[in-house]
């Protein structure tokens, strides 16, 4: 088992720890490994001893802020994920604000091409400036706020979705 340089010692690392996407939000892959465990976000933070729980957006964990360097050589652990790999995921600074509504694309969502049983939040739907989805006749569809900041984890923001558009189809 190869550990990160500062990786203190006794840090056992968790059994199952899914490997991000090269294009999810950081938010979005906490959200998976709380999933995983069948626990809140803010359980998992707790249960890692990362430290204080950052202060959060009115769209809770998904746009989740930028790490200190000790907290993300402890997830790094604990995953066994490079530091590198991590720095790369986090939001960036600016992203990080209160809105309105949260854009995603359905279809991105739930039909992840690298993995099609791992539905992931890309990254680039927390950039205030996302209109567009990349993929050529895909829709972008929001969400409000209030909606997300209740979800304890990624399947259950998939639940909130997909009750959504039942609705709207």
Known sequence: ??????????????????????DEAFGGWLGRLA???Q?????????????????????GWLPFPPMNEQALCRLACLTHVGIQRLEALQTPTAWVSDRDQLPYC?????????????????RDWLDPRTAVCQVPGH?????????????????????????????SS
């Open 35 to 37: 999933a995983r465990y």
């Open 39 to 59: 626990i809140s976000v803010e359980q998992l933070w707790q249960i890692g001893g990362l430290g204080a729980y950052p202060a959060l957006t009115n769209a």
């Open 106 to 122: 359905f279809e991105c969502l739930l039909l992840n091409p690298v993995d099609v049983s791992s539905p992931r939040w890309k």
């Open 1 to 22: 088992m190869q550990h990160e340089p500062c990786c203190p010692e006794g840090v056992r690392p968790w059994p199952v720890a899914p490997r991000p996407f090269d």
């Open 139 to 167: 829709r972008m569809n929001t969400l409000a706020p209030c909606r997300l900041r209740i979800c304890r984890n990624l399947t259950a923001v998939l639940w909130k979705v997909r009750k959504r558009q039942r609705r």
